[in-house]
């Protein structure tokens, strides 16, 4: 939507997204003592999406596959029409919905650095294949299994700066790029032979070892995907610490390449309200089969609690901190 946009432009683009997301700080206050009251893991109703609505929202980083004929975009777009907020969905030096599997890991963990010092939100990362792999690389780099130090790097500016440390929004303290935390990760259909492929060595004992470089982490997995090199037996992710883990398996029938498109569920009202009233565990009732369109309808309506919950999680703690400041 903002390609080639000059300097100026960019900075505009800036200027404005972070001018949206300091609307919705300020508007926590007004909403106080509701937003507090939320319980993050019952969002379904109406009412809690509205208080919800009003409360600053994390950096939802989209991470593409090895070739993104298929990109991230339709599942940002299926945030949007969800309720997430564009300003956080979108990289604030060109407005694009996903990002490169290709980008560094280290450059990943600096701008994740970035974005939490600038607004207080952990953000929250979400790869498909290829891009899978980079989301479990950054949580290692920023467990420090690669470097012992990370710099921070601006996404704006799109240049490394001189530090590795930023000063936490919270404490005013400097403390290292190394250490810090996502709120939220999420890796789809991400397989360990393409790492042999690709020579991605260093990943094959780490890739399914989550650290405690993010609060809560979903691993979505195909069965039988010849493309991932999954048969029957799927290899399942594990935390290393006190991360919150979660497998989940889907469909054979699930396509490799297709698994990010999503957008289409939220237009329609009978997957749209299986969506929004899912919740993970035994006792939930399966999704609806008589939509027009079912394809990826577990993964979103996972991914979409998840983040919904992460985001008033962040929300909470933001209004939580600033309000005791």
Same mark, same amino acid.
């Given at each position: 939507?903002?390609?080639?946009?000059?300097?100026?432009?960019?900075?505009?683009?800036?200027?404005?997204?972070?001018?949206?997301?300091?609307?919705?700080?300020?508007?926590?206050?007004?909403?106080?003592?509701?937003?507090?009251?939320?319980?993050?893991?019952?969002?379904?109703?109406?009412?809690?999406?509205?208080?919800?609505?009003?409360?600053?929202?994390?950096?939802?980083?989209?991470?593409?596959?090895?070739?993104?004929?298929?990109?991230?975009?339709?599942?940002?777009?299926?945030?949007?029409?969800?309720?997430?907020?564009?300003?956080?969905?979108?990289?604030?030096?060109?407005?694009?919905?996903?990002?490169?599997?290709?980008?560094?890991?280290?450059?990943?963990?600096?701008?994740?650095?970035?974005?939490?010092?600038?607004?207080?939100?952990?953000?929250?990362?979400?790869?498909?294949?290829?891009?899978?792999?980079? &989301?479990? #690389?950054?949580?290692?780099? *920023?467990?420090? %299994? /690669? @470097?012992?130090? $990370?710099?921070?790097?601006?996404?704006?500016?799109?240049?490394?700066?001189?530090?590795?440390?930023?000063?936490?929004?919270?404490?005013? &303290?400097? #403390?290292?790029?190394?250490? *810090?935390?996502? %709120? /939220? @990760?999420?890796? $789809?259909?991400?397989?360990?032979?393409?790492?042999?492929?690709?020579?991605?060595?260093?990943?094959?004992?780490?890739?399914?070892?989550?650290?405690?470089?993010?609060?809560?982490?979903?691993?979505?997995?195909? @069965?039988?995907?010849?493309?991932?090199?999954?048969?029957?037996?799927?290899?399942?992710?594990?935390?290393?610490?006190?991360?919150?883990?979660?497998?989940?398996?889907?469909?054979?029938?699930?396509?490799?390449?297709?698994?990010?498109?999503?957008?289409?569920?939220?237009?329609?009202?009978?997957?749209?309200?299986?969506?929004?009233?899912?919740?993970?565990?035994?006792?939930?009732?399966?999704?609806?089969?008589?939509?027009?369109?079912?394809?990826?309808?577990?993964?979103?309506?996972?991914?979409?609690?998840?983040?919904?919950?992460?985001?008033?999680?962040?929300?909470?703690?933001?209004?939580?901190?600033?309000?005791?400041?």
């Amino acid at each position: 939507m903002f390609p080639g946009l000059p300097g100026a432009g960019r900075r505009l683009l800036a200027a404005l997204i972070v001018a949206v997301g300091t609307v919705s700080l300020i508007s926590v206050a007004s909403a106080a003592v509701p937003a507090a009251a939320l319980d993050c893991g019952q969002l379904a109703s109406p009412g809690a999406m509205q208080v919800l609505a009003t409360m600053p929202a994390p950096r939802v980083i989209g991470l593409n596959g090895s070739v993104p004929i298929v990109t991230m975009e339709s599942f940002a777009r299926f945030l949007q029409a969800m309720g997430y907020p564009e300003a956080s969905l979108r990289g604030p030096r060109d407005g694009a919905l996903s990002m490169s599997g290709y980008t560094s890991s280290t450059t990943l963990a600096g701008i994740v650095a970035w974005h939490y010092e600038q607004s207080g939100l952990r953000p929250m990362l979400v790869g498909h294949s290829r891009g899978g792999m980079l &989301v479990v #690389r950054t949580l290692h780099e *920023l467990d420090g %299994a /690669f @470097a012992e130090s $990370i710099p921070v790097y601006d996404p704006v500016a799109d240049v490394e700066l001189p530090r590795t440390t930023i000063i936490d929004p919270y404490t005013h &303290v400097a #403390r290292p790029v190394v250490g *810090l935390q996502v %709120a /939220f @990760a999420a890796a $789809i259909a991400t397989g360990t032979w393409p790492r042999v492929l690709q020579g991605q060595w260093s990943m094959l004992s780490r890739l399914r070892r989550i650290p405690d470089a993010t609060e809560a982490f979903t691993g979505f997995t195909i @069965a039988w995907d010849p493309i991932a090199g999954n048969g029957g037996e799927v290899e399942v992710y594990a935390a290393t610490g006190r991360a919150e883990v979660r497998n989940v398996l889907l469909p054979a029938a699930t396509s490799h390449i297709g698994a990010p498109l999503v957008e289409q569920l939220a237009a329609d009202p009978v997957t749209r309200q299986a969506i929004i009233d899912w919740r993970p565990g035994d006792s939930t009732p399966p999704l609806p089969t008589g939509a027009s369109d079912n394809r990826n309808l577990l993964q979103a309506a996972e991914l979409w609690f998840s983040i919904r919950k992460h985001w008033c999680v962040e929300g909470q703690r933001w209004q939580r901190v600033r309000g005791t400041s």
